[in-house]
């Protein structure tokens, strides 16, 4: 089995380059930079540098790797809307059209749960390729993972030093089935060669159950051998702060990414990441399929640890 992984430098790149060079298969990991390549995790893959905004240099590498299924981790560094068109719409356009015309046979993309309700300029262009993957002539299938522990980490080294955690509102405003990187990519890699998951949509999270803001910072307490402290932050602010840099926003590039900012930190301060029931526009805990093993508990446990 040939596989090209873009976004192989990426956190969950990285991991579904390990997992297919754990298979076995020949990996091709798509690069854009020199530096990512000495990442000991790619190590058993062919690196490729190649410029994702180059449709020519994208086709003459996948045109050399002649990959049977092609796996897009491409995802915007900061979600504004010049690097969310650039990276999360045409570099993915630009790959997928190298796919085609190196014959690859499956092309899958793993998007983002957060599209169910777009507000957000990298949502918009998470689904414009969603739309364009699926009226293309190429067997697809697109994952939708939840929160990752990673961007549940955040505030680790904040209790470890005593401090409170930071909550929205009372710190149940949200709630997340949060997947590790190594289960995520494992459910990826078995998504290759799959075709009971080709043409289809799949949301996945971790293993249950849904956990709230303030029960993630409960549960690091308790592991940090400290008394629960939390400081609430109003979610409002977010949004006066978007509309106070939206009106500056027209004349000024930086001003327009500091508003989406504002925008970003609001819609997840508010919006659970779980599936939407589209007829009562309400996020079910139920609905969201679990994968995997590893726990965000475990891992905390090991961030502490490992700190200490």
């Known amino acids: 089995m040939k596989v090209a992984v873009a976004g192989a430098s ?49 086709v003459h590498a996948l045109d ?36 085609r015309q190196a014959d690859a046979e499956h092309f899958i993309l793993l998007s983002a749960i957060c599209v169910q309700r777009p507000r957000l300029a990298f949502q918009h262009a998470k689904l414009a390729f969603e739309a364009a993957l699926s009226e293309a002539d190429i067997a697809h299938t697109i994952i939708r993972p939840t929160a990752f522990f990673k961007s549940l980490s955040g505030q680790v080294g904040r209790v470890r030093d005593g401090k409170p955690f930071l909550i929205f509102g009372d710190g149940e405003l949200t709630r997340c089935k949060p997947i590790s990187d190594a289960d995520l990519a494992r459910f990826i890699v078995d998504s290759v060669g799959n075709p009971e998951r080709q043409g289809k949509v799949l949301p996945i999270g971790g293993p249950g159950p849904a956990i709230s803001l303030r029960e993630q910072g409960e549960m690091l307490f ?50 659970s990441m779980l599936v939407l029931d589209e007829e009562t526009g309400e996020y079910d805990a139920e609905a969201t399929p679990e994968f995997g093993e590893d726990t965000l508990r475990d891992h905390y446990r090991a961030m502490l640890s490992a700190a200490s």
């Open 64 to 99: 050399e790797a002649r990959p049977a299924t092609v796996i897009s981790c491409l995802a915007s560094r900061n979600g504004s809307p010049r690097d969310a068109k650039a990276v999360d719409l045409d570099a993915n356009l630009n790959l997928l059209r190298a796919a």
């Open 10 to 58: 990426g956190t969950i790149g990285r991991a579904v380059v390990r997992e297919c060079a754990a298979r076995g298969y020949t990996v091709t990991a798509l690069l854009r930079s020199e530096g990512a390549g000495q990442l000991p995790e790619l190590e058993g893959a062919e690196r490729r540098v190649v410029d994702l905004s180059d449709p020519a240099a994208l």
């Open 222 to 271: 308790e592991l940090a051998d400290k008394p629960a402290r939390f400081r609430s932050i109003s979610p409002r602010l977010f949004l006066a702060a978007s509309r106070v840099l939206s009106l500056v926003a027209p004349f000024s590039s930086w001003f327009a990414e500091k508003a989406e900012y504002a925008r970003i930190a609001h819609y997840y301060a508010t919006q």
